[in-house]
């Protein structure tokens, strides 16, 4: 009878910290006006202003990114007539990639006063432009991890690892985290974006045989 093998099955986690050379932000405008075509034209206006002066400042046109456009009528409810249209809301949402993040807080400052009043700061995330070498040192502790974990248990196990049965990167450990946007962009002059540090986290399970 075929004796079947023993193994035990550990999960690792790891992080790797890296100074951020990408800063994603996304920024919209919202304009409501009488009519459609009035409301439309706004938004596009504000939408075209923003956009220039985002490549009138090195921004390029590949980190210009049009992500959302919707046109609706605004709906009160009045007694005796039941629904009316107020009016017309139209919006546009430009996610822009920022490489040089020195220049970060006047590039957006500057795209802030170019759409007016109708701007909304919608959240910006800061990132890597290539995150391949610090995802490599976040596997690298993931699997550290997982290693002296499975080390431990078959020590107290009172045997030792063989070879690796199974490896799987697991998911779930999202970074950078986003930082928390912003509805309203108010006194955009007076906002510095600090770039510090940006983690990225790994996770792998991994299957050792038990040797005796």
Known sequence: MTEIPRTISVSGTGSAEAAPDLL?????????RENVAAAYGGAGGASAAISAVLRDRG??????????LNVRAEVNWQEGLGQTVSGYLASSVLSVRIRELAASSEIIAAAVA????????????????????????????????ALATARHFASLAGASLGKVVSLAQQ????????????????????LTVEAGESSVSAAVGVVWELLD
């Open 24 to 32: 994603t932000f996304s920024i919209g405008v919202e304009c409501r």
């Open 59 to 68: 921004v390029e046109s590949r980190d210009i990114t049009t992500s959302g």
């Open 114 to 145: 170019a759409g007016g009043d109708d701007v909304r700061l919608n959240g910006l995330e800061l990132g890597f432009a290539d995150p391949a070498a610090v995802t490599a040192r976040a596997r690298e502790a993931a699997w550290a991890d």
């Open 171 to 190: 998911t779930g450990y999202p970074a950078p985290i986003p930082v928390a946007g912003l509805q309203r962009a108010v006194a955009a002059e007076s």
